[in-house]
């Protein structure tokens, strides 16, 4: 497993590469720069903006100022924005890292209690009254866009009801211990219940049926032929085989997790990853959108690898010597 982990990591270093490239390409492929919105600005000569670009390196060829950035980035530098002029992109990046990770874990958390449960039991008993019903909600909740669902949430609970708070992380600053953790979770009820929906919904049906699929095997009825309790056969041997499609999916949520599911902390104001993504694309900061871009791309990486060692884990039959 060492080794395959090792090797794993080794084939990382030309995707890194080719990803930086057509990063670098797309954020330089977009119309305009940092400056195009202050050129109309009458009190402002050219030569001004002209002086900024060379400043930034912007006024050299397209192969340079790529040297110039992958340059700094294997000195572990990400640069300075453009929009937060004095402010690395790292410590921006920094400061609101955790609360992107913190909202993806918990919508994550959210999505797994309630999926796998109802995703078994539909699976047990197909064609009952649960089953049909969480059919419905899994359309429900492929179908409603995240933003709408979050502006129905702060409707209904925050503006008409008052239980949870619209936006932000904390309510003061000053809390700490175990009232600030309670006012974090208390702050991501709404968008963390807005961001697993649709994770919700997928992740139900792919949990039914597999479970289905697996019920179904020789293997199981064999298993049931012998007089093993029906806890054992779900337990034992039928998760095992079920989970796998599931782990997938988790190495995949990885990158999407980091992103903060960027139009949900827009509706929520909820300052992580994902706000600063979308603030850095309006102000042409392209030093901080290609480094979330290339972060986002590192986690599904990482992703996949964390899926493919709980292979192993969950199904002993699989190896990677």
Do not use: C
Not at 129 to 141: H, K, Q, V
């Amino acid at each position: 497993m060492y080794q395959y982990i090792i090797r794993r990591f080794l084939q990382f270093i030309p995707m890194l590469l080719a990803l930086s490239i057509i990063v670098f390409g797309l954020a330089k492929a977009a119309p305009g720069d940092p400056f195009s919105g202050k050129i109309l600005d009458p009190e402002v000569g050219m030569e001004v903006y002209e002086k900024q670009r060379a400043e930034l390196g912007l006024d050299k060829p397209i192969p340079v100022q790529y040297a110039m950035w992958a340059g700094k980035i294997l000195q572990g530098s990400f640069g300075e924005s453009i929009a937060y002029k004095g402010r690395s992109v790292e410590s921006l990046i920094q400061e609101r890292f955790l609360n992107t990770v913190y909202l993806g874990l918990f919508a994550l958390f959210i999505t797994l209690l309630v999926a796998i449960p109802i995703g078994i039991y539909s699976a047990r008993h197909p064609y009952s009254l649960l089953d049909y019903g969480s059919t419905t909600f899994g359309f429900f909740g492929l179908a409603v866009p995240n933003f709408f669902f979050g502006l129905v949430v702060i409707y209904l609970f925050s503006i008409k009801l008052g239980w949870f708070p619209a936006q932000g992380t904390l309510s003061s600053n000053k809390l700490t211990g175990f009232a600030e953790f309670k006012d974090r979770i208390h702050h991501m009820i709404l968008p963390g219940l807005t961001l697993g929906l649709a994770s919700t919904a997928s992740y139900m049906r792919y949990m039914r049926s597999e479970v289905m699929d697996v019920l179904g095997s020789d293997f199981i009825r064999t298993a049931k032929a012998k007089g093993m309790s029906p806890n054992n056969v779900l337990y034992k041997h039928t998760l095992r085989n079920a989970l796998i499609p599931v782990i997938t999916l988790l190495g995949m949520e990885l990158g999407p997790l980091l992103g903060g599911a960027i139009i949900t902390e827009q509706v929520f104001n909820f300052p992580g990853i994902g706000t600063l993504f979308i603030g850095s694309v309006i102000n042409r900061d392209y030093p901080v959108v290609m480094a979330i871009t290339l972060l986002l791309g590192v986690a599904i990486l990482v992703g996949n690898l964390l899926a493919d060692i709980f292979y192993s884990i969950v199904d002993p039959r699989i190896r990677y010597d």
